[in-house]
């Protein structure tokens, strides 16, 4: 049996460390997982073959919850074969996407369509298990499993808002080379931003996107040193509707008609970091497309 996934990327809204309300929404980078089951020949005992090249422990918890919620029968073999376009540590929710991919990729290969919450909530778990995420991330796998914004409570594992995302708009990115820490190191700091954190939270919730993502750069910056401001003021003059850090950065994303999308990448600065357009997603993931 052989069970395919993707999930996508997605840039933030609100951060969630600081007040647990997380809000973001997917772009169209992809991670692709398919698992392939098989008769291991041992009675008692199931296993997992995990390629060393992506080995991680994200990786290896999504793989462990998502045998053993959708694949509990003992003496089968699990083989998972891992893909990923999004740039892992930047902000781009690299570690939620391939953990729904894989958790997803698992329940197909027993049979099993589970909505995308379900996953996301596994997902979540499995990111606060394997030391990744301090929050879960909720909002980050939502948004990677169905298009639009999509604002969470992360504490309470609840969806707050949903919304479609206007067709006329597009992302360009600015991601520099550098990796950012892992966010259960930073709880501490974000949660002196608490007050800023509820503003962006309510601006979100709202769906005052635009004014969310704003108040939330601002927090991040502080917290973590990025001077992005001057960048900041040069892309609204270009025509960005709104940009802000994603997620611990360092990558930058910017909102914008897509027209002006190249007139965005033109003024970013000459540096070292990739700049790239990409579209929101517009529909679900699809089952794969491994061959």
């Known amino acids: ?64 919850a998502g045998t053993s919620r959708y694949l509990p029968d003992s003496g089968v073999a ?48 499995a990111g606060r298990r394997s030391g990744v995420s301090a929050t879960g991330a909720l909002d980050d796998a939502l948004a990677g499993l169905d298009p639009g914004f999509v604002v969470t409570d992360n504490r309470l594992g609840k969806v707050r808002r949903r919304a479609e995302v206007d067709p006329a708009w597009g992302v360009a990115l600015y991601v520099p080379t550098q990796a950012h820490p892992p966010s259960p190191n930073l709880v501490a700091a974000f949660r002196e931003e608490r007050a800023s954190g509820e503003l962006a939270a309510r601006a979100a919730n709202e769906g005052d996107w635009f004014n969310a993502m704003r108040i939330n750069t601002e927090l991040v910056e502080r917290v973590m040193g990025y001077s992005y401001e001057s960048i900041r003021d040069t ?57």
Not at 30 to 43: D, F, L, T
Not at 46 to 60: A, F, H, K, L
Not at 80 to 105: D, F, Q, Y
Not at 251 to 260: E, G, W
Request: proline letters at 7%; hydrophobic letters at 45%; glycine letters at 10%.
């Open 1 to 64: 049996m052989n069970g395919t996934a993707t999930a996508s990327a997605a840039i933030t809204i609100t951060n969630a460390l600081p007040t647990g309300v997380g809000c973001a929404v997917g772009i169209e980078l992809r991670a692709e997982a398919r698992v392939s089951v098989s008769s291991s020949g041992a009675k008692n005992a199931s296993t997992v073959e995990i390629p060393r090249e992506v080995r991680s422990p994200i990786v290896e918890e999504s793989m462990r």
């Open 78 to 125: 699990a083989t998972l074969v891992l893909r990923s376009e999004i740039p892992v540590a930047r902000g781009l929710k690299s570690s939620s996407a391939v953990s729904t991919a894989i958790l997803l990729a698992c329940a197909r290969a027993g049979g099993n369509e589970p909505n995308s919450l379900e996953v996301a909530l596994l997902a979540a778990d």
């Open 235 to 291: 892309l609204r003059s270009h025509g960005a509707l709104a940009s802000g850090v994603s997620g611990l950065g360092p990558a930058l994303a910017a909102i914008a008609p897509t027209h002006r999308l190249p007139d965005l990448i033109r003024a970013l600065p000459s540096d070292e970091a990739h700049k790239f357009i990409v579209p929101f997603t517009r529909s679900g993931p699809p089952g794969g497309g491994m061959r």
